[in-house]
Structure formats: structure tokens, C-alpha cells
């Protein structure tokens, strides 16, 4: 292995362990209060679209990092959007 694929890895590792702690705590309280939507769509949708790159480009590194990332990521935004949909349905009533 060389600089640059140690580099690469490391950057993947970061990235990727940076939405555990995010995870863990929304799915232990169940809030999602202080997070924007719009942030978790924007990461989500730009995973999505790395795992796509990586694809085309058969990077395994890129693909396996953006899919772990984008599933964590995935699964903020539907919690996030369950309880905006929750709330609305609340005040409906």
C-alpha cells in the first residue's frame, strides 16, 4: 500500500465513523429534533451518488465506505422524517 491509497482509507474510515456516534444517539433517544432534514438529504443524496461513481469507476474503497456512510445516513433521514411526519399528522388532529 502506498501514501495514497493509506490516505484514501484513513479518509474513508473518518468519514464513515464520523455518522456512528450520530446514529447511535438518535436511535437510542428517538430525537431528531435538533438535526435539519435538509443537511441529511444532501448527505444521503451525495452518497448515493459516490457509491454510483465508485461504481462506474469499480472503486471498491469509495463504493464500501459511501454505502456504509449512506445506509447510516439513510437511516437519520428516515427517523427524521418519520417524526416530521408524526408531528404534522399530531397537529392535523
Given at each position: 500500500?502506498?501514501?495514497?491509497?493509506?490516505?484514501?482509507?484513513?479518509?474513508?474510515?473518518?468519514?464513515?465513523?464520523?455518522?456512528?456516534?450520530?446514529?447511535?444517539?438518535?436511535?437510542?433517544?428517538r430525537?431528531?429534533?435538533?438535526?435539519?432534514?435538509?443537511?441529511?438529504?444532501?448527505?444521503?443524496?451525495?452518497?448515493?451518488?459516490?457509491v454510483?461513481?465508485?461504481v462506474?469507476?469499480?472503486?471498491?474503497?469509495?463504493?464500501?465506505?459511501?454505502?456504509?456512510?449512506?445506509?447510516?445516513?439513510?437511516i437519520?433521514?428516515?427517523?427524521?422524517?418519520?417524526?416530521?411526519y408524526?408531528?404534522?399528522?399530531?397537529?392535523?388532529?
Amino acid at each position: 500500500m502506498d501514501y495514497t491509497q493509506i490516505t484514501g482509507l484513513l479518509a474513508a474510515v473518518l468519514t464513515t465513523g464520523a455518522n456512528i456516534p450520530q446514529t447511535i444517539k438518535v436511535i437510542k433517544t428517538r430525537s431528531t429534533k435538533s438535526l435539519s432534514a435538509a443537511t441529511y438529504a444532501m448527505l444521503f443524496l451525495g452518497m448515493v451518488m459516490w457509491v454510483i461513481y465508485g461504481v462506474i469507476r469499480k472503486d471498491i474503497p469509495i463504493i464500501l465506505a459511501n454505502a456504509v456512510a449512506g445506509s447510516l445516513c439513510g437511516i437519520i433521514l428516515f427517523m427524521k422524517l418519520l417524526a416530521l411526519y408524526r408531528k404534522r399528522k399530531d397537529n392535523a388532529n
